[in-house]
């Protein structure tokens, strides 16, 4: 049973455009969230986390909303820009020792 | 610094053979983490390493696989007499103190099982 649900495999976008990735969850007692990017031949990068306390958290043109009524959270990358295509898990710390479960992850294409 | 390194980058292998993966992680971090993400999957957690404390290994798929670390340093993973399905891309990452610090990732080792 998954609990980290990202729906839509892939996304294609203009550049200067904003991309919005969403992610959903089930585990009710989730309370920090974090957006991994990955490009190819590379291991995962981390981008941005949230905690359950905010519904919104911003890095630049990286924005994070959280929704905990709807297990609910999404990103915004604004402006979309071409070395943003990669792939985009979100994630979990879940159990004692905190590892992350992921998302199956959503691909991003930002066309110039 | 150097990030976290993982050999080979590549290993193609026969079903029922065993393979040994590597990873280094930021020296200095006592937490470590094996992931493996499987083609079209996210990734799944494995097992992971904090200091002297017993592994959480929770997530090892079956006894064929195991996993050591070498105090704070140095960890691999093995699996005995592969099968096709254990074909992924197994990711090694660590972090600073465990808990909710940032985990490195490497940039994995990609495992083919024929």
Same mark, same amino acid.
């Given at each position: 049973?998954?609990?980290?649900?990202?729906?839509?495999?892939?996304?294609?976008?203009?550049?200067?455009?904003?991309?919005?990735? /969403?992610?959903?969850?089930?585990?009710?007692?989730?309370?920090?969230?974090?957006?991994?990017?990955?490009?190819?031949?590379?291991?995962?990068?981390?981008?941005? #986390?949230?905690?359950?306390?905010?519904?919104?958290? &911003?890095?630049?043109?990286?924005?994070?909303?959280? /929704?905990?009524?709807?297990?609910?959270?999404?990103?915004?990358?604004?402006?979309?820009?071409?070395?943003?295509?990669?792939?985009?898990?979100?994630?979990?710390?879940?159990?004692? =020792?905190?590892?992350?479960?992921?998302?199956?992850?959503?691909?991003?294409?930002?066309?110039? | 610094?150097?990030?976290?390194?993982?050999?080979?980058?590549?290993?193609?292998? &026969?079903?029922?053979?065993?393979?040994?993966?590597?990873?280094?992680?930021?020296?200095?971090?006592?937490?470590?983490?094996?992931?493996?993400?499987?083609?079209?999957?996210?990734? &799944?957690?494995?097992?992971?390493?904090?200091? /002297?404390?017993?592994?959480?290994? =929770?997530?090892?798929? #079956?006894?064929?696989? =195991?996993?050591?670390?070498?105090?704070?340093?140095? #960890?691999?993973?093995?699996?005995?007499?592969?099968?096709?399905?254990? #074909?992924?891309?197994?990711?090694?990452?660590?972090?600073?103190?465990?808990?909710? &610090?940032?985990?490195?990732?490497?940039?994995?080792?990609?495992?083919?099982?024929?």
């Amino acid at each position: 049973d998954q609990q980290v649900k990202q729906n839509s495999p892939s996304l294609s976008v203009q550049e200067g455009r904003i991309s919005i990735l /969403n992610c959903d969850y089930t585990n009710s007692m989730f309370d920090y969230f974090l957006w991994y990017k990955k490009y190819p031949a590379e291991g995962p990068t981390f981008l941005i #986390s949230i905690s359950s306390i905010k519904d919104k958290n &911003e890095d630049g043109r990286f924005t994070v909303f959280l /929704n905990k009524s709807a297990k609910h959270l999404s990103l915004h990358i604004v402006p979309s820009q071409p070395g943003d295509s990669a792939v985009y898990f979100c994630a979990a710390p879940s159990g004692g =020792s905190e590892k992350l479960v992921f998302g199956k992850g959503t691909k991003l294409t930002v066309n110039p | 610094g150097a990030g976290v390194s993982q050999s080979p980058s590549n290993k193609v292998t &026969e079903k029922g053979k065993d393979v040994e993966l590597r990873c280094d992680p930021i020296s200095g971090h006592t937490a470590l983490y094996w992931y493996r993400q499987r083609l079209g999957q996210g990734l &799944e957690f494995l097992i992971y390493f904090q200091g /002297n404390s017993a592994p959480d290994k =929770s997530g090892l798929p #079956s006894d064929r696989f =195991s996993a050591e670390r070498t105090g704070e340093s140095v #960890s691999t993973l093995t699996i005995q007499r592969t099968q096709q399905e254990d #074909s992924a891309v197994y990711l090694c990452a660590s972090s600073l103190a465990g808990g909710r &610090e940032t985990q490195y990732f490497g940039p994995g080792t990609r495992l083919l099982v024929l």
